[in-house]
């Protein structure tokens, strides 16, 4: 008894310690939020293992719209992903990871249009909303989503000794009062709580950790409902739910350690508790049910939660000192974005661009000329404006785009195929995609490199012009094309411009200026750097003579 009346002690101590803590974290959270508002993010690697659990849970890898592995991986998005993130909530992050992956477009979902401008124009709104999703942390939504799925919990046939178990430790503690040797029963009795507490970990794997979760998100929702100028029906939708989700909030309390995080001395003896008397076992057992019937309201308020983090990520996004636009969509047969640039590149220079339905662009140049950034750049600004009505440029005007590239030339290890064969299936896959009727901007880099320049010109004409079949008429794609081969260039001259980054050699070096130019180029920088390095006049000569007849023929 003594015990018991220590550890409640130890309890109360605890909780009137944690009020005041955090009270003072309140007011330091306020003031990082105001910091935060519109400041760059560093350029690094995303480094979050569960940032994909909503994309899987709610679309899936095999979602027709997704923007495929190899896209992703070409567009670098997720170091894209970490430089745009201004989330605050685990929750927050996998939303914004699945609007990017699943290629949603912003409009599909009222609470980000919404939230977005409200936040952008009256900042106590925003920090209404800020700052209750800063105190969650980001954390909260880690290996949440498995617990939405209405088979979460699976309650096996030995799972009754729980309950049984919590009310023998309690009769074993009464029992002291009139015998001490029931001293012996209690400890007994925690060696075997503690042996069946193991053994539902094991037999559970990864189910206690989210469940812990369940009272913080769903009171963080109800904090978040009862802001002011929130849209009626959006909050009146979620203050249902959180009245739904009521009977989870109860037992979560048990295996919860929001309520009482103070600090080590409060954890401990919580866990103590937990222990002796199995309650997040228990709390488990009785939560199947619950969890059956209320996965969908729980999915719910969880995707919720990420899109208004998400929509005030956004707002911060816009308010970066750096060009950010909000498109201007119209049903159009084209699109054009002014001074777009690359957010991975620390000086980017800015290029203009045309996307016109049923026709391509071709890019010429020299290496590190500028032709894979310019087409990466364009690519990024139409998943970004697609995805987060936000576009890294001055201006996006007309239609939307989905994005399919092949960029990137790497080898498939694990299925043991070269690089030819990887870009072959990615070929004969886009020329697939071709047929579909939703807009789609095709991203391609050398086009079968590697291969001899005959085979390459006459298979590269043909996927070009294959990717604008206008066979059922004009095709509603737009395709970008990065080449050395010049000769593309006059073989596509009907549906391809020409347009080219310029170089040129300075003191026996190459100077890039990275802007778009119209035309295809011409400019000889292999010769140049030939002479430059002192090869003679007369090689010089020669193949200046060799190059002019080439280009002749």
């Given at each position: 008894?003594?015990?018991?009346?220590l550890?409640?002690?130890?309890?109360?101590v605890?909780?009137?310690?944690g009020?005041?803590?955090?009270?003072?974290?309140?007011?330091?959270?306020?003031?990082?939020?105001?910091?935060?508002?519109?400041?760059?993010?560093?350029?690094?690697?995303?480094?979050?293992?569960?940032?994909?659990?909503?994309?899987?849970?709610?679309?899936?890898?095999?979602?027709?719209?997704?923007?495929?592995?190899?896209?992703?991986?070409?567009?670098?998005?997720?170091?894209?992903?970490?430089?745009?993130?201004?989330?605050?909530?685990?929750?927050?992050?996998?939303?914004?990871?699945?609007?990017?992956?699943?290629?949603?477009?912003?409009?599909?979902?009222?609470?980000?249009?919404?939230?977005?401008?409200?936040?952008?124009?009256?900042a106590?709104?925003?920090?209404?909303?800020?700052?209750?999703?800063?105190?969650?942390?980001?954390?909260?939504?880690?290996?949440?989503?498995?617990?939405?799925?209405?088979?979460?919990?699976?309650?096996?046939?030995w799972?009754?000794?729980?309950?049984?178990?919590?009310?023998?430790?309690?009769?074993?503690?009464?029992?002291?009062?009139?015998?001490p040797?029931?001293?012996?029963?209690?400890?007994?009795?925690?060696?075997?709580?503690?042996?069946?507490?193991?053994?539902?970990?094991?037999q559970?794997?990864?189910?206690?950790?989210?469940?812990?979760?369940?009272?913080?998100?769903?009171?963080?929702?109800?904090r978040?409902?009862?802001?002011?100028?929130?849209?009626p029906?959006?909050?009146?939708?979620?203050?249902?739910?959180?009245?739904?989700?009521?009977?989870?909030?109860?037992?979560?309390?048990?295996?919860?350690?929001?309520?009482?995080?103070?600090?080590?001395?409060?954890?401990?003896?919580?866990?103590?508790?937990?222990?002796?008397?199995?309650?997040?076992?228990?709390?488990?057992?009785?939560?199947?049910?619950?969890?059956?019937?209320?996965?969908?309201?729980?999915?719910?308020?969880?995707?919720?939660?990420?899109?208004?983090?998400?929509?005030?990520?956004?707002?911060?996004?816009?308010?970066?000192?750096?060009?950010?636009?909000?498109?201007?969509?119209?049903?159009?047969?084209?699109?054009?974005?002014?001074?777009a640039?690359?957010?991975?590149?620390?000086?980017?220079?800015?290029?203009?661009?045309?996307l016109?339905?049923?026709?391509?662009?071709?890019?010429?140049?020299?290496?590190?000329?500028?032709?894979?950034?310019?087409?990466?750049?364009?690519?990024?600004?139409?998943?970004?404006?697609r995805t987060?009505?936000?576009?890294?440029?001055?201006?996006?005007?007309?239609?939307?785009?989905?994005?399919?590239?092949?960029?990137?030339?790497?080898?498939?290890?694990?299925?043991?195929?070269?690089?030819?064969?990887?870009?072959?299936?990615?070929?004969?896959?886009?020329?697939?995609?071709?047929?579909?009727?939703?807009?789609?901007?095709?991203?391609?880099?050398?086009?079968?490199?590697?291969?001899?320049?005959?085979?390459?010109?006459?298979?590269?004409?043909a996927?070009?012009?294959?990717?604008?079949?206008?066979?059922?008429?004009?095709?509603?794609?737009?395709?970008?094309?990065?080449?050395?081969?010049?000769?593309?260039?006059?073989?596509?001259?009907?549906?391809?411009?020409?347009?080219?980054?310029?170089?040129?050699?300075?003191?026996?070096?190459?100077?890039?200026?990275?802007?778009?130019?119209?035309?295809?180029?011409?400019?000889?920088?292999?010769?140049?750097?030939?002479?430059?390095?002192?090869?003679?006049?007369?090689?010089?000569?020669?193949?200046?003579r060799t190059?002019?007849?080439?280009?002749?023929?």
């Amino acid at each position: 008894m003594i015990a018991v009346s220590l550890i409640a002690a130890v309890l109360l101590v605890g909780t009137a310690t944690g009020f005041w803590q955090k009270a003072r974290a309140r007011r330091a959270s306020l003031t990082a939020v105001r910091a935060d508002w519109g400041r760059v993010r560093p350029i690094e690697r995303l480094d979050d293992h569960t940032v994909d659990e909503a994309w899987l849970a709610l679309d899936g890898a095999a979602a027709r719209d997704a923007l495929d592995d190899r896209t992703w991986a070409d567009l670098d998005l997720d170091r894209v992903l970490a430089s745009i993130d201004h989330t605050r909530t685990g929750f927050g992050r996998q939303l914004l990871y699945r609007q990017l992956r699943s290629a949603r477009a912003w409009s599909a979902s009222s609470t980000l249009h919404t939230i977005a401008e409200r936040s952008t124009k009256d900042a106590s709104f925003r920090e209404a909303l800020a700052l209750p999703l800063l105190l969650a942390g980001q954390r909260l939504g880690h290996g949440f989503w498995r617990i939405t799925r209405p088979d979460a919990v699976t309650v096996r046939w030995w799972y009754v000794v729980f309950p049984v178990l919590a009310v023998l430790m309690l009769c074993a503690l009464l029992a002291i009062f009139f015998d001490p040797r029931a001293v012996l029963a209690v400890a007994l009795l925690a060696v075997i709580n503690m042996g069946a507490r193991v053994a539902a970990s094991w037999q559970v794997p990864g189910l206690l950790v989210p469940m812990q979760q369940l009272g913080a998100t769903i009171a963080l929702a109800e904090r978040l409902a009862a802001v002011d100028e929130l849209p009626p029906d959006q909050a009146r939708q979620m203050q249902q739910h959180v009245a739904q989700l009521a009977p989870l909030r109860r037992i979560s309390w048990w295996v919860s350690r929001d309520a009482l995080s103070a600090g080590e001395l409060t954890a401990g003896a919580w866990e103590y508790l937990n222990l002796m008397f199995l309650l997040d076992a228990n709390a488990l057992l009785l939560s199947a049910r619950h969890l059956r019937r209320l996965s969908q309201p729980l999915r719910d308020v969880a995707v919720w939660i990420g899109e208004v983090d998400m929509a005030l990520s956004v707002a911060s996004l816009r308010a970066e000192p750096r060009f950010w636009c909000t498109p201007q969509w119209a049903q159009a047969s084209s699109a054009r974005v002014c001074s777009a640039w690359h957010p991975l590149v620390d000086a980017p220079v800015a290029n203009d661009g045309e996307l016109r339905m049923g026709a391509g662009l071709i890019i010429t140049g020299a290496n590190m000329s500028g032709k894979s950034t310019y087409l990466r750049t364009l690519g990024l600004a139409a998943v970004l404006a697609r995805t987060l009505d936000t576009c890294p440029a001055t201006s996006w005007t007309g239609a939307a785009f989905q994005v399919r590239s092949l960029i990137g030339r790497n080898d498939d290890l694990a299925t043991g195929k070269s690089y030819y064969q990887v870009e072959a299936e990615g070929v004969v896959e886009m020329l697939r995609q071709a047929q579909s009727s939703v807009p789609t901007l095709f991203l391609l880099d050398e086009l079968l490199r590697g291969t001899n320049t005959v085979e390459r010109l006459a298979a590269g004409e043909a996927v070009l012009r294959g990717l604008l079949d206008a066979t059922n008429g004009v095709s509603p794609h737009m395709v970008v094309v990065a080449t050395h081969d010049g000769e593309l260039v006059s073989m596509l001259h009907d549906l391809y411009t020409p347009v080219h980054f310029r170089e040129t050699v300075i003191a026996g070096a190459l100077h890039f200026d990275f802007k778009r130019h119209e035309g295809p180029a011409t400019t000889r920088t292999a010769i140049a750097l030939l002479q430059a390095a002192g090869a003679s006049d007369a090689v010089v000569a020669m193949a200046r003579r060799t190059a002019d007849q080439l280009d002749g023929s």
